[in-house]
């Protein structure tokens, strides 16, 4: 039960919502919300130990609030604006009115009202026209659950002017075992011909729920690449919409789940094209174990007047596990001409010859199984452009560097 009740209208989501058909709801009730708390000084030791270490600015949350002594922004770069969200709202001269007006196209849930309600503070990042940023900037949202609230919100707000570019990691964590989590929400806006590589690494504790929302506006030649990687949490949800609002932008999405015990994996995803000549590309991995369930809901919407649209989704899933269970849900709507879009979906087990293969070689069973694996998930981390954060996903998996 909330503390605060959101104004909006919007009621909580149930298992006839296709977008939380599995979801685990009895969890989601337990969730509450409220202001900002900050416990920066419950931070255990080794949370630190959690955060992969990237050169460049650094600027960490803690229970939706900017912890000024955990993050690193002392050194940053001409034409990189990175600050709290909490003073950049403050600051009429900067764009944020639409982070808390959201103008949603029929993908508002509770979850996101309380999120622009309770989610006030956490990071802002605006790079300036024709900026080419070297150094990745890294945003890292912890979530403590105390007595006020158990699940913190976040906002991050991301613009790159025209011609700019920047790499982002985001990185979400918890510092405790007890139950809560986290609501964060990322909005992005891509001005002209400015590329964006996004890269999201969940890895909250198996006692915690993590939703976590990326909105997306990309004008005309513009480009993204977002990767992301869904280890943690009992429930972990990543949603992306993605707004292919100009001529000729491009959006690369690509991700990896990794789930056991009785984890459940849920992406959401949905691409909508309104402009001329984009291109949109999904790939997903997914590898289940024990009792775990991975969700892959991916749309793309090409509306009226989207001529030229080239657009592709595949969605694949190996499960180690007779009780494991993957979900796939591959959407095409398609309302304009000469278009070109396709989608796959493979849900599958270890390859039994391969196993006989590499079992004939004089490899023990438990290591052939794991070189399989790894061969199948490496396909996804193998594509990390940030050689810290791939060497972290490695570790996190337990997967030795190539």
């Known amino acids: 039960m909330t503390t605060v009740a959101p104004t909006s209208p919007i009621e909580y989501p149930t298992r006839h919502d296709e977008r939380w058909r599995y979801a685990p709801h009895d969890l989601l009730g337990r969730l509450s919300f409220g202001p900002p708390s900050a416990s920066a000084d419950k931070i255990p030791g080794p949370i630190g130990a959690q955060i992969p270490a990237l050169d460049g600015p650094l600027i960490v949350i803690v229970n939706g609030v ?3 002594r955990w993050s690193n922004l002392t050194a940053i770069p001409d034409g990189l604006r990175l600050s709290t969200l909490a003073d950049a709202s403050a600051d009429p001269a900067v764009p944020v009115v639409a982070h808390f007006n959201p103008d949603v196209d029929g993908a508002a849930d509770v979850f996101m009202a309380l999120n622009t ?3 006030v503070d956490g990071a802002f990042v605006d790079v300036a026209e024709g900026q080419k940023l070297d150094a990745p900037i890294h945003i890292v949202d912890v979530a403590i659950p105390d007595e006020t609230s158990n699940t913190s919100c976040t906002g991050v707000v991301i613009h790159l002017g025209a011609d700019s570019s920047a790499t982002i990691v985001e990185t979400r964590l918890g510092g405790s075992e007890a139950f809560g989590g986290s609501n964060t929400r990322t909005t992005i806006t891509l001005d002209d011909h400015s590329t964006l590589e996004h890269i999201v690494l969940q890895d909250m504790p198996s006692t915690q729920v993590h939703l976590g929302r990326v909105e997306v506006t990309q004008h005309a030649g513009s480009a993204l690449r977002a990767r992301s990687f869904n280890l943690g949490a009992i429930y972990g949800r990543l949603a ?3 707004h292919l609002a100009g001529a000729g932008a491009h959006t690369d999405l690509s991700g990896l789940y990794y789930g056991a015990g009785e984890q459940t994996l849920d992406q959401q995803i949905t691409v909508i094209h309104t402009a001329k000549d984009c291109t949109s590309r999904q790939s997903y991995r997914g590898v ?4 775990s369930a991975g969700v892959f809901n991916g749309g793309i919407d090409v509306r009226p007047g989207a001529d030229g649209t080239d657009a592709e989704q595949h969605n694949d899933n190996l ?10 849900q591959p959407r095409l709507e398609i309302l304009a001409d000469d278009v070109a879009c ?6 599958g087990q ?4 391969a196993m006989y293969y590499l079992r004939t070689r004089g490899i023990p069973a438990a290591d052939a199984r794991r070189l399989l694996v790894n061969a199948f998930a490496d396909q ?3 594509d990390i452009g940030i050689d810290a954060v791939r060497t972290w996903v490695r570790d996190r998996l337990g997967t030795p560097d190539a």
């Open 350 to 353: 270890l390859d039994a010859n």
């Open 66 to 68: 900017v912890d000024e």
């Open 342 to 347: 396709k989608h796959g979906a493979t849900v």
């Open 319 to 328: 499960l180690l596990s007779n009780r494991a269970e993957a979900n796939t």
């Open 117 to 119: 309600t309770f989610g």
């Open 240 to 242: 992306y919409d993605v």
């Open 288 to 291: 289940l174990d024990d009792e």
């Open 380 to 382: 996804a981390v193998d």
